[in-house]
């Protein structure tokens, strides 16, 4: 079974950065694109970014030049590089597959505030 489990979140002022990092248990986690995903009160999940398993990544609009994705396959990590935040960052954070039929279990995701 697949485990995920996201850190790194936490308040900062906007323009600050955050890294988040994603750990993933189990199998089957370096044959798979991986995403960042983020969900704000009273809205829903929505994908941010995302990287093949050969590196290539793409960015949901709002985000792009500001948010990297990265991958490490031997540790079975990913990260998101976060700078320049805004206010309207703020979410929780989840990592998962990133095609929706591969998905597994949610995490318990990360909370990124962004207030001054």
């Known amino acids: 079974q697949v485990q995920l489990v996201e850190s790194g979140g936490g308040l900062v002022q906007p323009g600050g950065s955050l890294r988040l990092s994603c750990a993933a248990s189990?199998?089957?986690?370096?044959?798979?694109?991986m995403g960042w995903y983020r969900q704000a009160p009273g809205k829903q999940r929505e994908l941010v970014a995302q990287?093949?398993?050969?590196?290539?990544?793409n960015y949901t609009d709002s985000v792009k030049g500001r948010f990297t994705i990265s991958r490490d396959n031997a540790k079975r990590m990913v990260y998101l590089q976060m700078n320049s935040l805004k206010p309207e960052d703020t979410s929780v954070y989840y990592c998962n597959r990133a095609t929706p039929v591969y998905r597994v279990s949610w995490g318990q995701g990360t909370q990124v505030t962004v207030s001054s």
């Open positions: 990287i093949s398993t050969g590196g290539r990544v």
């Open positions: 189990g199998s089957m986690f370096s044959g798979y694109a």
